[in-house]
């Protein structure tokens, strides 16, 4: 599926690049990450507009993303719901709660820059949870022009490698995430273990 969209690009460009990044904000599983690298490559040999490239992926990532974020405001709690039911998103859903609790607003931006997988259900997550908008969007908005600018210059300075960086990102993300899991995971164990000795204590 992402070959197929990615060889569209020459044809639908821009229009592809917006359309894919802004549903990706919406937790519909596209290659938003390679369309941005690829679309920079596309810049790097005079096919698109770099300009261009970087300000259609950032605006439709601003829109998604406050999409996500309404949407949930409104029907949250049934979205939510309805996630827990597919034991697919459960485990990303789980660990987007745990961070968004350990790291409050700060979770945003982390979720739209290095942990970008996580990024659709931490805004679910804030719509649902009653996140201040302003603080929200601060976050989002901040984390989105990073991760654009990331992206889209990755894909233009390394065009001819782009397998290659698509790869090491992907690495680089997946030690990032099972690192922030264990930490939890540390610091919940650790946390049990200092209730349990307060219990013997008092008992």
Known sequence: MTDLIIGLIPDYGLLLLFGVVS?????????SSMMVLTSGAFAASEDLALWQV?????????????????????????????????????????????M????????VLLSH???????????YLCGAG????????????VGAAIWTLGYVS??????SQLTQVADMLSNFFGVIFAG????YCVIWLRRKWRAHVAEMAAG
């Open 54 to 98: 970087f300000a259609v992926s950032f605006v439709a990532f601003l829109i998604g993303d406050q999409l996500a974020y309404l949407i949930a405001s409104r029907y949250g709690r049934r979205i939510i719901t309805w996630m827990r039911t597919k034991p697919r998103l459960v485990p990303v859903l789980e660990k987007s709660e745990h």
């Open 23 to 31: 549903l990706a904000c919406l937790a519909i599983p596209l290659p």
């Open 100 to 107: 968004l609790h350990s790291k409050g607003h700060i979770a």
């Open 180 to 183: 922030l899991l264990v930490l």
């Open 130 to 141: 009653g996140m201040h908008w302003v603080k929200f969007t601060l976050m989002a908005v």
């Open 154 to 159: 990755l894909g233009y300075i390394f065009a």
């Open 113 to 123: 820059t290095i942990l970008s997988p996580t990024c659709p259900y931490i805004s």
